[in-house]
């Protein structure tokens, strides 16, 4: 099945192909979607043992620190020097600022 949304992303250069994959132990799904298995278990446990009372209020920020961490994990040593910079060349935001940043989820 083939929705609408995805045939008007074939006129703008965009390609969409749909993989059935059933829901079983499928080999074609499990060579397809390997290493996304395996980047999604790394999210859930990376969460579940480093949080303790998960809300999902928060649920976009542990999304973003683990994308943080994830783009970064082949300069790793780099990690804290490079957030300390930019902490260090960032101008001051006021927490107004900061907790309005909160309410779109």
């Known amino acids: 099945m083939d929705l609408p949304v995805f045939r008007s992303l074939d006129?703008?250069?965009n390609y969409h192909w749909a993989?059935?994959?059933g829901?079983?132990?499928d080999k074609k799904s499990?060579?397809?979607?390997n290493w996304l298995n395996?980047?999604?278990?790394?999210?859930?446990?990376?969460?579940?043992?480093?949080y303790h009372g998960i809300d999902h209020k928060h649920l976009p920020?542990?999304?973003?620190e683990f994308c943080?961490?994830?783009n970064r994990r082949f300069k790793s040593e780099l990690m804290i020097e490079n957030l300390f910079y930019h902490a260090?060349?960032?101008s001051p935001i006021p927490q107004y600022n900061l907790s309005l940043a909160e309410d779109w989820w």
């Open 11 to 13: 006129l703008v250069g």
């Open 19 to 21: 993989f059935i994959t």
């Open 23 to 25: 829901g079983g132990t």
């Open 30 to 33: 499990k060579k397809l979607f």
């Open 38 to 50: 395996i980047i999604i278990g790394n999210l859930k446990n990376s969460v579940r043992t480093t």
């Open 61 to 64: 920020r542990y999304l973003a």
């Open 68 to 70: 943080y961490r994830f």
């Open 88 to 90: 260090c060349k960032s």
